[in-house]
């Protein structure tokens, strides 16, 4: 088992660097698939979201690739709202998590399906700091009760309101996910409900991959790159089908 969570931390170190994402919508479906149950997933996953999202957000501030503007304001809440997701966690049933989970990929997936594609030149727009921690906020709390990170809630909300490029939301979305997974790891180490041992195995793999999402995520084109997040989208909503009616 070691040596599949190292390759599969590789896998979703890869996944995050290049999408943005925390690597928990990807992760929690494989981890289901391992025979891993819904609850011990979702702490595997955001242990692993801490690590890639850290060293991802650090690695995208020095190529000047990471906006902090809206991402303080918009993480501030998402801390918060982390925070009170670990808690929720052990109060909703497998069936429920599950189901929240699949409907929140499919949102997400036809989200950014129907949103432009803007380049480096366009002009972001903005809102009031209060409505950006309020995004925050909900964004965190429904994001780690999921397992999640955030960004794939927060990345199309970028791309369709505020007319962020693809590339630039991604990191936002990246840094995101630093203040929610934090504050779900310390709201869920104080219920107890963390695989240490696994979730390390998959953490600390995981930064390999980061390195190199990152440096593809340099190298392909905006359009291809809205792409191949959808692709992800339709990868993790087909495993976790598989796993709520076919196994």
């Not at 993480?75 to 497998?94: A, H, K």
């Not at 709201?187 to 999402?213: C, K």
């Not at 692709?231 to 796993?243: D, E, G, P, Q």
Request: charged residues 10%; proline residues 2%.
């Amino acid at each position: 088992m070691l040596i599949e969570l190292i390759l599969v931390g590789i896998f979703v170190g890869t996944m995050s660097g290049f999408f943005g994402i925390g690597g928990g919508m990807i992760l929690t479906p494989i981890l289901l698939v391992l025979g891993f149950d819904i609850k011990t997933a979702i702490g595997i996953s955001i242990m692993q979201m801490v690590f890639s999202s850290i060293f991802g957000s650090y690695l995208n501030y020095k190529k000047g690739l990471l906006l902090l503007g809206e991402g303080v304001f918009i993480g501030s809440g998402g801390f918060l709202g982390g925070y009170i997701g670990g808690y929720v966690t052990g109060y909703v049933s497998e069936s429920i998590l599950q189901g929240l989970f699949f409907a929140l990929l499919f949102f997400a997936l036809i989200r950014l399906f129907f949103s432009k594609n803007y380049d480096d030149s366009c002009e972001t727009k903005s809102l009031p700091k209060v409505i950006l921690f309020l995004i925050g906020l909900l964004t965190g709390i429904f994001a780690i009760t999921l397992g999640i990170g955030g960004s794939i809630i927060l990345t199309p909300l970028l791309v369709g309101i505020l007319c962020y490029p693809i590339k630039k939301a991604v990191s936002v979305g990246l840094f995101f996910v630093v203040f929610s997974s934090i504050a779900g790891l310390l709201s869920r180490l104080s219920t107890g409900t963390i695989d240490f041992e696994n979730g390390l195995a998959v953490a600390i793999s995981s930064l390999l991959g980061v390195v190199l999402g990152i440096w593809l995520k340099d190298e392909v084109t905006s359009k291809n790159h809205k792409i191949a997040l959808m692709t992800l989208y339709i990868f993790a909503i087909l495993m976790l089908v598989k796993k709520i009616w076919f196994i």
